[in-house]
């Protein structure tokens, strides 16, 4: 499969280092993405279970303490440890586990090592909008291989599919509240400030920052993963009269919010 999408856990590479933390927790925090899965109907994944089991003797904080010495050494070598931190920060997310104020903040510094745009406003997104109450989970806005592949022959006009491997915009959303439109960061990429007048980089229409400066500050970074669209990539959210998600999606989001069996 190699890589089958722009955005995070969309690689064979990130599916190994899921199955690397695997082996260190002693259980999986997704096993239909860790490439130790070999069944293509995994069995049924108790997230509420796995979520208790990071907070229990703060395992989660201390893993990734851990991870973020610079004497750790990774399972396989090929993997960065800056990386394993982002695939087990996403991958906890979407667990509900509570994650320490000080392993957000090293999460988000590590924004820039991500190779792409899409990569990078999703974990944005997400540091800025997890309710973090090792409740409710994050759901991600990346598609598998299988959903990508499925998304591919589809019409790029059919309602809430774009034909591409994101979900709606892309960015992920809380299992409490809907997802969004647009990819565009969350808060200015630069301070990370949250408000409604953020202007877009003219470039790629996904950056967003609060004011030139802050646009400038980050311009070093910015540039190596700034490439051109010639506009912003929006995806309608079809709803019903009560407010939800007419999709198949919904779904899915049903089950990361909710437990499920015992593993």
């Given amino acids: 499969m190699g890589v089958w999408g722009s955005g995070l856990l969309q690689s064979d590479d990130d599916a190994d280092i899921a199955a690397d933390l695997e082996r260190i927790f002693g259980f999986p925090l997704c096993p239909s993405f860790s490439s130790l899965s070999t069944s293509p109907s995994p069995p049924a994944f108790n997230r509420a279970l796995t979520a208790e089991k990071l907070d229990t003797d703060n395992l989660l904080s201390s893993t990734f303490a851990k991870i973020l010495t610079p004497t750790f050494v990774p399972l396989s070598a090929h993997h960065k440890r800056e990386r394993i931190a982002v695939v087990l920060g996403m991958l906890a997310m979407q667990t509900g586990a509570r994650l320490s104020s000080k392993h957000m903040r090293a999460l988000r510094m590590l924004r820039w090592t991500l190779p792409t745009i899409e990569q990078q406003v999703q974990l944005v997104a997400a540091l800025d909008g997890y309710v973090n109450d090792g409740i409710t989970p994050w759901v991600s806005g990346s598609k598998t291989f299988a959903e990508t592949a499925q998304a591919r022959g589809t019409d790029e006009t ?104 015992d593993q």
């Fill in 158 to 261: 059919k309602k809430c599919e774009l034909g591409d491997e994101f979900w709606y915009s892309g960015l992920g959303h809380s299992a409490d509240s809907p997802p969004t439109s647009d990819m565009q960061s969350t808060s200015c990429l630069s301070c990370g400030e949250e408000e409604e007048n953020l202007f877009c980089c003219m470039r790629c229409k996904t950056a967003r920052y609060c004011s030139k400066t802050c646009q400038k500050q980050d311009w070093s970074d910015h540039k190596i993963v700034c490439d051109f669209r010639d506009k912003i990539r929006s995806c309608p959210i079809p709803m019903n009269t009560e407010g939800r998600l007419t999709e198949a999606r919904q779904g899915v989001i049903e089950d990361q919010g909710n437990d499920g069996n």
